[in-house]
């Protein structure tokens, strides 16, 4: 059984700087990667892991370094699409010595387990908090999809392409989506979209498949639906996603840290 383990939206900043001046991303990211670790022994064995964008807050090769860092203990294989909050340029540079970076072009990639493909796409654009696919990321997935004779497939974007009433969110979703739903709803196997950016476990219909939006490993936007809502972050725990092939793909969401438990339901039981 395939089993595969999203984390998303780590924004590692700068050794000595909090991110927004208020969130130590980086002891969040040590702590899911320790999270993780500790549960392999009753949720693995996992295949891999894929970040979902927003590695870093600037985009700069000191955060990627020290995103590497808090990884290194991880023990299992990674690999990243980039996010708003990226530099592809500064991120294919600190991950050129890793199979998965293309040398050139979007960050997409695809790789193919016994019973699930997942396959990652850059929506990031440039200086812009937007996300879009381009017309060379758009032939990428395409092309692939074709190959994949109905293989269940999971494919990751880090902009979500639907709305979910968090209006600073909203505005800087995937733009151009259409041409997107048009080739997730013709795939003809089993397809799920999986996207980072909003911070928060979040389900919706796009077009024929379910989309499901991660929530960050560190800080949350704050849930507030109302028109006119502040942009503001919450700490609250972070999360990551295990989604695996149990004849359909199921996603588990799993908070990070250590807590009390597990604890009996019943003592003799
Ligand atoms: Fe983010
Ligand atoms: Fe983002």
Sequence with gaps: MTRIIQISDTHIVPHGQLAYGQVDTAAALA?????????????????????????????????????????????????????????????????????WMPTDGPINWNV??????????????SEAAHGHLNDATLLYLTTVLNALNGKPTIVTIHHPPILTGIEK????NLRDSMELKEILSNYEGELRLTCGHIHRNI???????????????????TMDLREGAPNCLTKEPGGFLLHEFRGGIISHHIAVGDYPGPFRFYPDK
């Design 169 to 172: 969110m909203d505005i800087q």
């Design 31 to 99: 702590d899911c990667v320790d999270t993780i670790n500790r549960n392999l022994p009753v949720i693995g064995p996992v295949d891999m892991v894929f970040v979902a964008g927003d590695l870093t807050d600037f985009g700069s090769a000191e955060e990627y370094q020290r995103f590497r860092a808090l990884m290194e203990p991880l023990d299992l294989p990674y690999r990243a699409i980039p996010g708003n909050h990226d530099n592809i340029d500064v991120m294919r540079a600190c991950f050129a010595d890793q199979s």
């Design 112 to 125: 193919h387990f016994d019973d699930v493909v997942l396959i990652g796409l850059d929506s990031s654009v």
């Design 203 to 221: 389900v919706a219909p796009f077009g024929d498949v379910i989309c499901q939006i991660a929530p960050s490993v560190s800080h949350a936007v």
